[in-house]
Protein backbone atom coordinates (compact mmCIF):
# COMPACT_ATOMS: atom_id res chain seq x y z
CA UNK A 1 0.00 0.00 0.00
CA UNK A 2 1.39 3.19 -0.82
CA UNK A 3 -0.20 6.37 0.10
CA UNK A 4 0.68 9.89 -0.47
CA UNK A 5 0.32 12.39 2.26
CA UNK A 6 -0.11 16.21 1.13
CA UNK A 7 0.67 19.03 3.76
CA UNK A 8 3.47 19.82 6.40
CA UNK A 9 1.82 20.62 9.70
CA UNK A 10 1.65 18.98 12.84
CA UNK A 11 -1.85 17.78 12.00
CA UNK A 12 -0.64 16.01 8.71
CA UNK A 13 2.59 14.95 11.28
CA UNK A 14 -0.19 12.69 13.33
CA UNK A 15 -2.32 11.72 10.32
CA UNK A 16 1.31 10.61 8.88
CA UNK A 17 1.96 8.76 12.45
CA UNK A 18 -1.41 6.87 12.72
CA UNK A 19 -1.20 5.84 8.42
CA UNK A 20 2.41 3.95 9.54
CA UNK A 21 0.75 2.54 12.49
CA UNK A 22 -1.77 0.22 10.58
CA UNK A 23 -0.86 -3.23 10.45
CA UNK A 24 -1.40 -3.28 6.84
CA UNK A 25 2.51 -1.33 7.08
CA UNK A 26 1.70 1.58 4.46
CA UNK A 27 4.74 2.75 2.74
CA UNK A 28 4.57 6.96 2.69
CA UNK A 29 5.14 9.55 0.52
CA UNK A 30 4.78 13.18 1.19
CA UNK A 31 4.14 16.45 -0.54
CA UNK A 32 5.21 19.27 1.62
CA UNK A 33 5.70 22.92 0.60
CA UNK A 34 8.51 23.03 3.23
CA UNK A 35 10.63 20.23 4.58
CA UNK A 36 8.84 19.26 7.85
CA UNK A 37 11.49 17.16 10.13
CA UNK A 38 8.95 14.62 11.20
CA UNK A 39 7.00 13.46 7.82
CA UNK A 40 10.75 13.40 5.88
CA UNK A 41 11.30 10.60 8.93
CA UNK A 42 8.02 8.89 7.85
CA UNK A 43 8.05 9.07 4.47
CA UNK A 44 10.05 6.40 2.19
CA UNK A 45 10.24 9.63 -0.31
CA UNK A 46 9.20 13.22 -0.04
CA UNK A 47 8.90 16.00 -2.94
CA UNK A 48 8.90 19.60 -2.04
CA UNK A 49 6.66 21.87 -3.73
CA UNK A 50 3.97 24.65 -4.00
CA UNK A 51 0.40 23.16 -3.50
CA UNK A 52 -0.94 25.16 -6.79
CA UNK A 53 1.92 22.92 -8.60
CA UNK A 54 -0.60 20.68 -9.50
CA UNK A 55 1.79 19.09 -12.01
CA UNK A 56 4.48 18.76 -9.93
CA UNK A 57 1.96 16.83 -7.54
CA UNK A 58 0.51 14.36 -10.20
CA UNK A 59 4.36 13.50 -11.61
CA UNK A 60 5.58 12.76 -7.68
CA UNK A 61 2.04 10.94 -7.26
CA UNK A 62 2.31 9.32 -10.86
CA UNK A 63 6.00 8.06 -10.46
CA UNK A 64 5.65 6.58 -7.16
CA UNK A 65 2.00 4.27 -7.76
CA UNK A 66 0.34 5.87 -5.45
CA UNK A 67 -3.06 4.09 -4.11
CA UNK A 68 -4.34 6.91 -2.70
CA UNK A 69 -3.91 10.28 -1.10
CA UNK A 70 -5.08 12.02 2.16
CA UNK A 71 -4.89 16.33 2.45
CA UNK A 72 -3.42 17.22 5.65
CA UNK A 73 -4.43 21.33 5.37
CA UNK A 74 -6.98 23.52 3.64
CA UNK A 75 -4.67 25.19 1.05
CA UNK A 76 -3.95 22.04 -1.16
CA UNK A 77 -8.27 21.14 -0.90
CA UNK A 78 -8.69 24.94 -2.12
CA UNK A 79 -5.78 24.29 -5.20
CA UNK A 80 -8.00 21.38 -6.77
CA UNK A 81 -5.18 18.77 -5.30
CA UNK A 82 -8.00 16.58 -5.00
CA UNK A 83 -9.44 17.30 -8.68
CA UNK A 84 -5.90 16.67 -10.16
CA UNK A 85 -5.07 13.01 -8.52
CA UNK A 86 -8.95 12.72 -9.34
CA UNK A 87 -7.48 13.28 -12.91
CA UNK A 88 -4.90 10.38 -12.69
CA UNK A 89 -7.25 7.97 -11.36
CA UNK A 90 -5.83 8.30 -7.50
CA UNK A 91 -8.74 9.00 -4.98
CA UNK A 92 -8.53 10.97 -1.79
CA UNK A 93 -9.36 11.65 1.64
CA UNK A 94 -10.24 14.91 1.05
CA UNK A 95 -13.14 16.89 -0.81
CA UNK A 96 -12.71 17.93 -4.28
CA UNK A 97 -12.16 21.81 -5.28
CA UNK A 98 -15.92 22.60 -5.59
CA UNK A 99 -16.91 20.81 -1.76
CA UNK A 100 -13.85 22.10 -0.20
CA UNK A 101 -16.05 25.62 -0.67
CA UNK A 102 -17.91 24.01 2.77
CA UNK A 103 -14.86 25.38 4.35
CA UNK A 104 -13.47 28.16 1.83
CA UNK A 105 -16.53 29.63 1.38
CA UNK A 106 -18.88 30.79 4.78
CA UNK A 107 -21.82 32.01 2.27
CA UNK A 108 -21.62 28.88 0.45
CA UNK A 109 -22.55 26.81 3.11
CA UNK A 110 -24.88 29.16 5.43
CA UNK A 111 -26.68 29.47 1.66
CA UNK A 112 -26.74 25.88 1.78
CA UNK A 113 -28.02 25.27 5.39
CA UNK A 114 -30.70 27.83 4.72
CA UNK A 115 -31.82 26.04 1.58
CA UNK A 116 -31.57 22.52 2.84
CA UNK A 117 -33.23 23.64 6.28
CA UNK A 118 -30.50 22.30 8.09
CA UNK A 119 -31.04 22.65 11.84
CA UNK A 120 -28.51 24.98 14.16
CA UNK A 121 -28.00 27.26 11.33
CA UNK A 122 -27.92 31.57 13.31
CA UNK A 123 -29.63 34.45 11.94
CA UNK A 124 -27.49 35.50 9.07
CA UNK A 125 -27.44 37.15 5.87
CA UNK A 126 -24.72 37.36 2.98
CA UNK A 127 -23.97 40.64 1.33
CA UNK A 128 -22.14 41.39 -1.86
CA UNK A 129 -23.05 45.13 -1.57
CA UNK A 130 -23.94 47.94 1.47
CA UNK A 131 -27.39 47.61 1.17
CA UNK A 132 -29.25 46.07 4.43
CA UNK A 133 -26.42 46.12 6.13
CA UNK A 134 -27.81 48.53 9.00
CA UNK A 135 -31.11 46.35 8.80
CA UNK A 136 -29.59 43.02 9.87
CA UNK A 137 -27.54 44.47 12.67
CA UNK A 138 -31.27 46.15 13.91
CA UNK A 139 -32.71 42.73 13.99
CA UNK A 140 -30.11 41.19 16.43
CA UNK A 141 -28.80 41.90 19.74
CA UNK A 142 -25.04 41.73 18.52
CA UNK A 143 -23.57 40.43 15.51
CA UNK A 144 -20.23 38.78 14.14
CA UNK A 145 -18.42 40.18 10.98
CA UNK A 146 -17.29 36.98 8.47
CA UNK A 147 -14.73 37.37 5.19
CA UNK A 148 -16.56 34.33 2.94
CA UNK A 149 -13.09 33.24 2.25
CA UNK A 150 -9.50 31.36 4.32
CA UNK A 151 -8.15 33.37 7.09
CA UNK A 152 -6.69 30.98 8.90
CA UNK A 153 -9.15 31.10 11.64
CA UNK A 154 -8.28 34.76 12.51
CA UNK A 155 -10.74 36.65 10.08
CA UNK A 156 -14.18 36.62 12.20
CA UNK A 157 -14.52 39.60 13.97
CA UNK A 158 -17.29 39.38 16.81
CA UNK A 159 -18.89 42.32 18.85
CA UNK A 160 -17.77 42.96 22.15
CA UNK A 161 -14.58 40.64 21.27
CA UNK A 162 -13.08 42.59 18.28
CA UNK A 163 -15.58 45.54 18.09
CA UNK A 164 -17.91 47.45 21.11
CA UNK A 165 -20.79 48.92 19.17
CA UNK A 166 -23.04 47.87 16.43
CA UNK A 167 -21.85 51.06 14.21
CA UNK A 168 -17.87 50.18 14.84
CA UNK A 169 -18.97 46.82 13.30
CA UNK A 170 -20.71 48.34 10.62
CA UNK A 171 -17.98 50.07 9.71
CA UNK A 172 -15.57 47.02 9.55
CA UNK A 173 -18.71 45.21 7.60
CA UNK A 174 -18.30 48.41 5.20
CA UNK A 175 -14.84 48.15 4.93
CA UNK A 176 -14.32 44.38 4.31
CA UNK A 177 -17.80 44.64 1.35
CA UNK A 178 -15.20 47.19 -0.15
CA UNK A 179 -12.30 44.83 -0.15
CA UNK A 180 -13.71 41.61 -0.91
CA UNK A 181 -16.79 41.99 -2.65
CA UNK A 182 -18.58 39.72 -0.24
CA UNK A 183 -19.05 39.26 3.70
CA UNK A 184 -21.74 37.50 5.74
CA UNK A 185 -22.99 39.14 8.35
CA UNK A 186 -24.43 36.41 11.42
CA UNK A 187 -26.32 37.24 15.23
CA UNK A 188 -23.43 36.48 17.65
CA UNK A 189 -24.07 32.98 19.39
CA UNK A 190 -23.12 33.06 23.02
CA UNK A 191 -22.09 29.54 24.64
CA UNK A 192 -19.20 26.72 24.74
CA UNK A 193 -17.60 25.73 21.32
CA UNK A 194 -16.41 22.18 20.12
CA UNK A 195 -15.50 20.57 17.17
CA UNK A 196 -17.20 17.56 16.17
CA UNK A 197 -14.68 15.91 13.09
CA UNK A 198 -16.43 13.37 11.36
CA UNK A 199 -15.21 11.84 8.15
CA UNK A 200 -17.33 11.02 5.51
CA UNK A 201 -18.04 9.28 2.68
CA UNK A 202 -20.60 10.83 1.04
CA UNK A 203 -23.18 8.88 2.71
CA UNK A 204 -21.61 7.85 5.69
CA UNK A 205 -20.30 9.17 8.52
CA UNK A 206 -17.32 8.36 10.88
CA UNK A 207 -16.99 10.58 13.96
CA UNK A 208 -14.62 11.41 16.21
CA UNK A 209 -14.56 12.08 19.78
CA UNK A 210 -15.70 15.74 20.21
CA UNK A 211 -12.57 18.46 21.17
CA UNK A 212 -12.58 21.39 22.68
CA UNK A 213 -9.68 23.89 20.89
CA UNK A 214 -8.70 27.02 22.53
CA UNK A 215 -8.76 30.00 19.82
CA UNK A 216 -7.44 32.36 22.17
CA UNK A 217 -3.74 33.31 22.54
CA UNK A 218 -3.38 34.12 26.07
CA UNK A 219 -4.48 32.42 29.59
CA UNK A 220 -8.18 32.86 30.36
CA UNK A 221 -9.06 33.17 26.74
CA UNK A 222 -7.35 36.60 26.53
CA UNK A 223 -6.23 38.12 23.44
CA UNK A 224 -6.21 38.08 19.42
CA UNK A 225 -7.93 34.93 17.76
CA UNK A 226 -5.00 32.44 16.58
CA UNK A 227 -4.69 29.03 14.89
CA UNK A 228 -5.64 27.29 17.96
CA UNK A 229 -3.53 27.01 20.78
CA UNK A 230 -4.35 23.71 22.32
CA UNK A 231 -7.71 21.55 22.89
CA UNK A 232 -8.85 18.77 25.08
CA UNK A 233 -10.77 15.42 24.76
CA UNK A 234 -12.40 13.48 27.77
CA UNK A 235 -12.88 10.34 25.38
CA UNK A 236 -16.62 11.01 25.10
CA UNK A 237 -18.32 14.16 25.47
CA UNK A 238 -16.55 17.18 26.96
CA UNK A 239 -18.07 17.96 30.25
CA UNK A 240 -20.10 21.04 29.41
CA UNK A 241 -21.96 18.68 26.96
CA UNK A 242 -25.15 16.40 26.80
CA UNK A 243 -25.93 13.82 24.90
CA UNK A 244 -28.64 15.27 23.12
CA UNK A 245 -25.49 18.45 22.03
CA UNK A 246 -24.02 15.41 20.35
CA UNK A 247 -26.39 13.66 18.22
CA UNK A 248 -27.98 17.25 17.39
CA UNK A 249 -24.07 17.93 15.93
CA UNK A 250 -23.78 14.47 14.05
CA UNK A 251 -27.47 14.82 12.80
CA UNK A 252 -26.37 18.40 11.24
CA UNK A 253 -23.06 16.86 9.84
CA UNK A 254 -25.39 14.11 8.15
CA UNK A 255 -27.98 16.61 6.12
CA UNK A 256 -25.31 18.54 5.46
CA UNK A 257 -23.30 15.82 3.40
CA UNK A 258 -27.01 15.12 2.26
CA UNK A 259 -27.34 18.71 1.10
CA UNK A 260 -24.22 18.48 -0.72
CA UNK A 261 -25.20 16.04 -2.55
CA UNK A 262 -28.15 17.32 -3.86
CA UNK A 263 -26.86 20.18 -5.03
CA UNK A 264 -23.54 19.58 -6.61
CA UNK A 265 -24.37 16.08 -7.39
CA UNK A 266 -21.15 14.90 -5.93
CA UNK A 267 -20.30 12.94 -3.01
CA UNK A 268 -18.36 14.24 0.17
CA UNK A 269 -15.45 12.43 0.59
CA UNK A 270 -12.82 13.47 3.18
CA UNK A 271 -13.11 15.40 6.78
CA UNK A 272 -16.21 17.28 7.91
CA UNK A 273 -15.08 19.30 11.04
CA UNK A 274 -17.95 21.07 12.13
CA UNK A 275 -17.31 24.23 14.51
CA UNK A 276 -20.49 23.60 16.86
CA UNK A 277 -21.80 25.79 19.74
CA UNK A 278 -23.14 24.94 22.34
CA UNK A 279 -25.83 27.76 23.47
CA UNK A 280 -29.41 27.80 25.66
CA UNK A 281 -31.23 27.28 22.45
CA UNK A 282 -29.10 24.26 21.64
CA UNK A 283 -26.47 23.07 19.30
CA UNK A 284 -25.44 25.66 16.44
CA UNK A 285 -23.58 25.64 13.47
CA UNK A 286 -20.41 27.93 13.50
CA UNK A 287 -18.84 27.38 10.84
CA UNK A 288 -17.60 23.86 8.83
CA UNK A 289 -13.88 22.98 7.87
CA UNK A 290 -13.04 20.39 5.05
CA UNK A 291 -9.82 18.87 7.06
CA UNK A 292 -8.97 18.00 10.17
CA UNK A 293 -9.10 20.38 13.09
CA UNK A 294 -4.89 21.89 14.26
CA UNK A 295 -4.78 21.41 17.03
CA UNK A 296 -8.01 18.78 16.90
CA UNK A 297 -6.36 15.94 14.90
CA UNK A 298 -3.53 15.88 17.80
CA UNK A 299 -6.33 14.70 20.29
CA UNK A 300 -8.05 12.21 18.24
CA UNK A 301 -5.60 9.86 16.31
CA UNK A 302 -3.59 8.90 18.72
CA UNK A 303 -6.46 7.00 20.74
CA UNK A 304 -8.10 5.79 17.75
CA UNK A 305 -8.27 1.65 17.76
CA UNK A 306 -9.90 1.14 14.47
CA UNK A 307 -6.64 0.92 11.30
CA UNK A 308 -6.65 4.28 9.73
CA UNK A 309 -5.61 2.67 6.34
CA UNK A 310 -8.96 0.78 6.22
CA UNK A 311 -10.99 3.88 7.18
CA UNK A 312 -9.26 5.86 4.73
CA UNK A 313 -10.11 2.99 2.44
CA UNK A 314 -13.87 2.55 3.55
CA UNK A 315 -14.07 6.60 2.88
CA UNK A 316 -13.10 6.43 -0.87
CA UNK A 317 -15.03 3.02 -1.41
CA UNK A 318 -18.31 4.32 0.02
CA UNK A 319 -17.80 1.78 2.85
CA UNK A 320 -18.13 3.76 6.00
CA UNK A 321 -21.06 1.96 7.29
CA UNK A 322 -19.26 -1.13 7.44
CA UNK A 323 -16.78 0.19 10.37
CA UNK A 324 -17.71 1.30 13.65
CA UNK A 325 -15.68 3.74 14.84
CA UNK A 326 -13.49 2.91 18.40
CA UNK A 327 -11.26 4.59 20.49
CA UNK A 328 -8.94 4.64 23.66
CA UNK A 329 -11.25 6.28 26.71
CA UNK A 330 -8.78 8.11 27.46
CA UNK A 331 -8.44 11.91 28.27
CA UNK A 332 -5.91 13.83 25.77
CA UNK A 333 -4.42 17.49 25.90
CA UNK A 334 -2.28 19.10 23.37
CA UNK A 335 -0.39 22.54 24.24
CA UNK A 336 1.46 24.58 21.61
CA UNK A 337 4.48 25.66 22.15
CA UNK A 338 4.58 29.30 19.99
CA UNK A 339 7.15 31.72 18.92
CA UNK A 340 6.70 34.62 21.94
CA UNK A 341 4.78 37.60 20.52
CA UNK A 342 2.32 35.46 18.49
CA UNK A 343 -0.09 35.83 16.62
CA UNK A 344 0.39 40.18 16.53
CA UNK A 345 4.33 40.13 16.74
CA UNK A 346 6.49 36.46 16.61
CA UNK A 347 9.82 36.54 17.34
CA UNK A 348 10.89 34.81 13.39
CA UNK A 349 13.90 32.23 13.34
CA UNK A 350 14.83 31.47 16.82
CA UNK A 351 15.88 28.33 17.46
CA UNK A 352 14.60 26.25 20.03
CA UNK A 353 15.70 23.12 21.81
CA UNK A 354 13.48 20.18 22.77
CA UNK A 355 16.28 17.42 24.54
CA UNK A 356 14.63 18.16 28.15
CA UNK A 357 11.28 17.19 26.71
CA UNK A 358 9.80 14.09 28.67
CA UNK A 359 9.26 10.71 26.98
CA UNK A 360 5.83 10.32 27.80
CA UNK A 361 4.23 13.49 25.88
CA UNK A 362 3.51 12.55 21.87
CA UNK A 363 5.33 15.83 20.25
CA UNK A 364 4.24 16.55 16.96
CA UNK A 365 6.34 19.78 14.69
CA UNK A 366 4.61 22.13 13.05
CA UNK A 367 6.32 25.13 11.34
CA UNK A 368 9.96 24.19 12.09
CA UNK A 369 12.90 24.07 10.07
CA UNK A 370 15.64 21.39 10.80
CA UNK A 371 19.47 22.45 10.35
CA UNK A 372 22.25 20.68 11.20
CA UNK A 373 20.27 19.11 13.93
CA UNK A 374 18.85 22.06 15.51
CA UNK A 375 15.22 22.92 15.41
CA UNK A 376 14.31 26.66 14.26
CA UNK A 377 10.92 28.56 14.38
CA UNK A 378 9.40 30.42 12.25
CA UNK A 379 5.75 32.77 12.67
CA UNK A 380 3.28 30.20 13.19
CA UNK A 381 2.65 27.58 15.91
CA UNK A 382 5.82 25.54 16.25
CA UNK A 383 5.73 22.31 18.34
CA UNK A 384 2.25 20.56 19.74
CA UNK A 385 2.99 18.54 22.87
CA UNK A 386 0.17 16.11 23.74
CA UNK A 387 -0.27 13.85 26.95
CA UNK A 388 -2.86 11.05 27.44
CA UNK A 389 -4.12 9.29 30.45
CA UNK A 390 -7.23 7.76 31.82
CA UNK A 391 -7.86 10.97 33.34
CA UNK A 392 -7.74 14.64 32.42
CA UNK A 393 -5.56 16.04 35.01
CA UNK A 394 -2.93 13.66 34.09
CA UNK A 395 -3.10 14.23 30.70
CA UNK A 396 -2.85 18.18 31.34
CA UNK A 397 0.14 17.33 33.41
CA UNK A 398 1.91 15.76 30.53
CA UNK A 399 1.04 18.27 28.17
CA UNK A 400 2.18 20.59 30.47
CA UNK A 401 5.45 19.73 31.48
CA UNK A 402 6.43 18.74 28.29
CA UNK A 403 5.22 22.57 26.54
CA UNK A 404 7.51 24.23 29.73
CA UNK A 405 10.37 22.28 29.26
CA UNK A 406 11.44 23.72 25.80
CA UNK A 407 14.39 25.84 25.81
CA UNK A 408 13.99 29.06 23.54
CA UNK A 409 11.79 32.04 23.14
CA UNK A 410 8.80 30.21 23.40
CA UNK A 411 4.90 30.77 24.57
CA UNK A 412 1.64 28.85 25.69
CA UNK A 413 -1.10 28.80 27.46
CA UNK A 414 -0.79 26.78 30.99
CA UNK A 415 -4.37 26.72 31.75
CA UNK A 416 -5.57 24.25 28.65
CA UNK A 417 -6.91 21.36 29.92
CA UNK A 418 -7.14 22.87 33.88
CA UNK A 419 -9.87 21.83 35.60
CA UNK A 420 -10.40 25.29 36.63
CA UNK A 421 -10.51 26.57 32.99
CA UNK A 422 -12.93 23.73 32.41
CA UNK A 423 -15.27 24.19 36.04
CA UNK A 424 -15.31 27.75 34.33
CA UNK A 425 -17.10 26.04 30.82
CA UNK A 426 -18.86 23.73 32.93
CA UNK A 427 -20.38 26.78 34.80
CA UNK A 428 -20.90 28.95 31.57
CA UNK A 429 -22.93 26.75 30.31
CA UNK A 430 -25.33 26.23 33.40
CA UNK A 431 -26.30 29.14 33.69
CA UNK A 432 -26.94 30.12 30.61
CA UNK A 433 -29.04 26.50 30.13
CA UNK A 434 -30.65 27.78 33.65
P1 LIG B 1 -13.96 30.71 12.12
O1 LIG B 1 -12.95 31.56 11.41
O2 LIG B 1 -15.22 30.57 11.39
O3 LIG B 1 -13.31 29.48 12.67
O4 LIG B 1 -14.40 31.50 13.43
C1 LIG B 1 -13.45 31.81 14.40
C2 LIG B 1 -14.13 32.00 15.71
O5 LIG B 1 -15.04 33.09 15.63
C3 LIG B 1 -15.02 30.85 16.16
O6 LIG B 1 -14.29 29.82 16.74
C4 LIG B 1 -15.92 31.56 17.16
O7 LIG B 1 -15.26 31.72 18.38
C5 LIG B 1 -16.11 32.90 16.52
N1 LIG B 1 -17.40 32.93 15.80
C6 LIG B 1 -17.65 32.65 14.52
N2 LIG B 1 -18.97 32.78 14.23
C7 LIG B 1 -19.57 33.17 15.37
C8 LIG B 1 -20.93 33.49 15.74
N3 LIG B 1 -21.94 33.46 14.86
N4 LIG B 1 -21.15 33.85 17.03
C9 LIG B 1 -20.16 33.91 17.95
N5 LIG B 1 -18.87 33.63 17.66
C10 LIG B 1 -18.57 33.27 16.39
N1 LIG C 1 -8.42 24.39 15.36
C1 LIG C 1 -8.97 25.24 14.38
C2 LIG C 1 -8.80 24.77 13.01
O1 LIG C 1 -8.18 23.77 12.73
O2 LIG C 1 -9.34 25.43 12.13
Not at 157 to 185: C, P, R, S, W, Y
Not at 349 to 375: F, T, W
Amino acid sequence: MKILVVGNDARTHVVAETLANSPQQPVLFTYMKANHPGLAKLSEDFELGDYNDLEKIKTFAESNAIDFAIIGPEGPLSEGVVDALDSIGIKSVGPVKALAKLETSKAFTRLLGKKYNIPGMPLFQVFESKGGLKEFAAKVDAFVVKPDGLTGGKGVMVQGDHFNTKEEGLKIAQELIEKDGIIVLEEKLIGEEFSLMSLCDGKNLFDFPPVQDHKRAFVGDKGPNTGGMGSYTTGKLLPFMTVQDLKDAHNITLKMAEAIEKETGIKYKGVMYGGFICTKDGVKLIEYNARFGDPEAMNILPVLKNDFVEVCKAVIDGTLDKITPSFREESTVCKYAVPEGYPSDPVSGRKISLKDVPSEAKVYLASVEEKQGEIYMSRSRAVAFVGIASDLEDAEVIAENAVSSVKGPVAHREDIGTMELIQKRIDHMKELRG
